[in-house]
């Protein structure tokens, strides 16, 4: 099965104006709190990941699988909304400097995690 496309969870300005239900705060998050993950000391060490190697606002490809622990659906105000919680059960994460292009060579990425 090939994966689905990526999709750009970034709020919008207007998205952002709804959460907050007034003016978009400018200091707001652009993406939503609970589409963060931490990986400490243990998880790195489990993933062969070195810190030293990653700089702020670099970009990983990871890949994981979840279980799937709560579905709930409400009404609140007129307003439905829907969520599913989920427990990532296994992850990973691809060295993109052994990564090849189409022709078989490196791709030229700019460090390890970018």
Known sequence: MAFSKMVDMRRSPEEKKEVMDGPAMPDMPDYPYGLCISLGDEELAKLDLDCTDCESG??????????????????????????????????SVENEDTEYDEEGGESGRRGRYK
């Open 58 to 91: 670099d970009t990983i490809d990871l890949r994981a699988f979840a279980k799937v622990t709560s579905i709930s659906k409400n009404d609140y105000n007129g307003k439905q909304s829907t969520r599913i919680e989920l427990q990532i059960t296994q992850l």
